[in-house]
């Protein structure tokens, strides 16, 4: 796994290895996009701060894992998101993102098409950390998340980026 080079012990499920977990069920998550051959100089960078920040976040496990989501194959959706933070609700979020945008200035990635662009690799986009899980009759299950009336509403993703209805864009 990448980040046991950094000394960090995640937990590994799946393609993702996760430090921490938020315990919001939604928010603005950040995504950090990168190649595989600036992968890991990325993470030297980022890690600590994450660290510093106490910011729960999740990459992609290896770089044959990175190589697979820029390509599209674990999903159009995914394409780009390296490494995603999950912001406390306590976080001053332009703060952590104006540091995440410094820290990143001039690595490459690909473009992550379901988020607002905010920085050379740093995307965000409004969505569920641990949404609400609903199954129909049908035994199909969605991903919810609540709108500021309280009414729920599918965690969708939408290319080109567009603000949820009743969502606050903070990074204007």
């Given at each position: ?45 980022v890690a600590p701060l994450l660290d ?121």
């Amino acid at each position: 796994c990448l980040l046991q080079g950094l000394g960090i012990s995640p937990i590994v499920r799946g393609p993702w290895a996760s430090v921490g977990k938020s315990t919001a069920v939604q928010g603005w998550k950040l995504h950090l996009s990168s190649i595989p051959l600036d992968a890991k100089q990325l993470l030297a960078v980022v890690a600590p701060l994450l660290d510093r920040w106490g910011c729960p976040f999740k990459i992609a496990k290896d770089l044959k894992t990175l190589a697979q989501l820029n390509e599209g194959s674990l999903g159009t959706t995914q394409v780009g998101k390296f490494v995603t933070v999950y912001p406390e609700p306590t976080h001053d979020i332009l703060e952590l993102t104006s540091q995440l945008i410094d820290a990143t200035n001039g690595f490459r990635g690909p473009v992550v098409r379901t988020d607002l662009r905010l920085g050379d690799v740093v995307y965000a986009r409004y969505g569920g950390f641990n949404p609400l899980v609903l199954r129909d009759r049908l035994g199909n299950i969605s991903l919810l998340v609540k709108r500021p009336d309280g009414s729920l509403h599918p965690d969708s993703y939408s290319t080109p980026f567009i603000l949820p209805d009743g969502i606050e864009n903070p990074f204007e």
